[in-house]
């Protein structure tokens, strides 16, 4: 007799839906870290706010492709890293 296993579908997916709530809960807690460590919130802090939560690593090229002035960009990337939201890397994974 051979028996039948079945894995209980519904239970994996209600815990994968609550862990991705959880999730974007954090990146948007984690994004208005990031909007309030300015007095004012500029389209380009909400550019490299937007950047920050989606990507895990950036360089300043992918920053200057969004059209934030390289001052802007530098200016509000050593804020972030004073406040320890961002660290500076010298390489990302072998590549200089």
């Known amino acids: 007799m051979s028996a039948i296993l079945r894995s209980n579908h519904t239970e994996f ?3 994968a839906m609550a862990n991705a709530q959880v999730l974007m809960h954090d990146i948007a807690q984690l994004k208005q870290t990031i909007l309030n460590t300015a007095q004012r919130v500029t389209r380009s802090l909400k550019t490299l706010a937007t950047l920050c939560t989606t990507e895990p690593a950036f360089t300043a090229h992918m920053v200057e492709q969004l ?20 660290r500076s890397e010298r390489k990302i994974h072998g590549h200089p």
């Open 13 to 15: 997916t209600v815990h």
């Open 67 to 86: 059209d934030i002035p390289v001052s802007s960009a530098y200016r509000i990337i050593n804020r972030l890293v004073e406040a320890g939201i961002l």
